[in-house]
């Protein structure tokens, strides 16, 4: 511990700037200490597909660390945000030295492609209604409350769950006139038949 924080610096960034572009060259790996950031990568026609939000503890730049491969997504910020940088050359003597963090790094890994391969499971075999529904599921179960805060707006939610806003917002409409859910605003949600939801 003391060694990482002898090698990291803080860098701070505003809301709403980009902290590295798809194509540029790594710099190493950032590592999230307050605020949130959206990774998102652009298709040819230019519309904008998440990737994942990170949160507090999360990190990114990670591909950075096995091969020189420029970055694959864009990383922009949501709010202001603190973050440790770590270059690639002492991250990757770090790993050598202690291969503890290696195999924790991988566990992460593991843990994003499985949820990416379930993401595409549900995008590809279920309707939008049943993703949203589930998605509002999860993240009863990720925030342990019925009452939760969506992490992210509704075009970035769209885009989380291969939809489309105005879909987004339909269900949620629809969802309400059902009794399932009550909204509170544009990002509270509080769920009032979880089991509806599941069954959708």
């Not at 998440?50 to 503890?57: K, S, Y």
């Not at 544009?186 to 959708?200: F, H, T, Y």
């Amino acid at each position: 511990m003391n060694q990482v924080i002898q090698l990291a610096h803080s860098v701070t960034h505003p809301r709403g700037e980009t902290i590295y572009h798809q194509g540029e060259r790594s710099e190493g790996l950032y590592i999230l200490h307050k605020g949130r950031i959206k990774v998102y990568r652009l298709s040819e026609n230019g519309k904008e597909q998440l990737v994942r939000i990170l949160e507090p503890g999360d990190f990114t730049g990670e591909l950075s660390l096995f091969d020189d491969t420029p970055h694959d997504a864009f990383a922009e910020t949501l709010e202001a945000v603190e973050i440790c940088m770590i270059e690639r050359d002492q991250m990757q003597e770090l790993l050598q030295q202690h291969p503890a963090i290696s195999l924790k790094m991988l566990a992460e890994f593991s843990s994003r492609l499985a949820d990416t391969e379930q993401r595409a499971a549900r995008i590809a075999m279920e309707s939008a209604e049943t993703r949203v529904a589930l998605y509002l599921a999860d993240l009863s179960e990720q925030q342990h409350n019925l009452t939760i805060e969506l992490p992210m707006n509704r075009k970035d939610l769209a885009s989380h769950l291969g939809t489309t806003p105005e879909t987004i917002s339909r269900k949620l409409s629809s969802f309400e006139e059902q009794g399932w859910i009550h909204q509170i605003g544009m990002k509270i949600v509080e769920i009032v038949d979880l089991d509806a939801l599941l069954l959708v």
